[in-house]
């Protein structure tokens, strides 16, 4: 398994997997809003050219995995688009993306991370509890209701 920084030639495969992945969710139900994923189509500006990072996780050239870093504040980012393909779920991806992105979140200087999944998504609640996430609230997106989660972060020494 290979990690790298977002690149564009890869763009039509990380939309791919964001529709295989929304496609799939029964958490999120109905048509989603464009606009909810908007932020797909702007990588570059919105993630890699604002203090956070996007990473692809590929297998043999195919990407399989994905997930982004949000810059909100100086101190506080947001973990977005942890997607994984259905091939390789349930094999422990998910929980190596969200760490490989909390460690980027520190070497960028951030103190928290807050992040949200769709209300009732038991598997994303789960695997942000147990990286240590605490959930803090809901919130609706795009029609989609969400529970939000936050983790504050220690200095690197």
Known sequence: MEILPFEQKYQNAVLALNELAVGRSEYIGGTVDPNWHGDLGKIKEDYLGNNGAFLLWLDGGRLVGMGGLLKIDAGTANV???????????????????????????????????????????????????????????????????TLFEKRLALLV
């Open 80 to 146: 977005k688009r942890v997607r994984v393909h259905p091939d390789y779920q349930r094999k422990g991806l998910s929980a190596e993306i969200l760490a490989e992105l909390e460690r980027r979140a520190r070497l960028l200087g951030y103190r928290k991370l807050v992040a949200n999944t769709a209300k009732g998504n038991v598997p994303a609640e789960k695997m942000f509890m147990k990286a240590g996430f605490k959930p803090v609230g809901e919130k609706e997106f795009f029609s989609v209701p969400c």
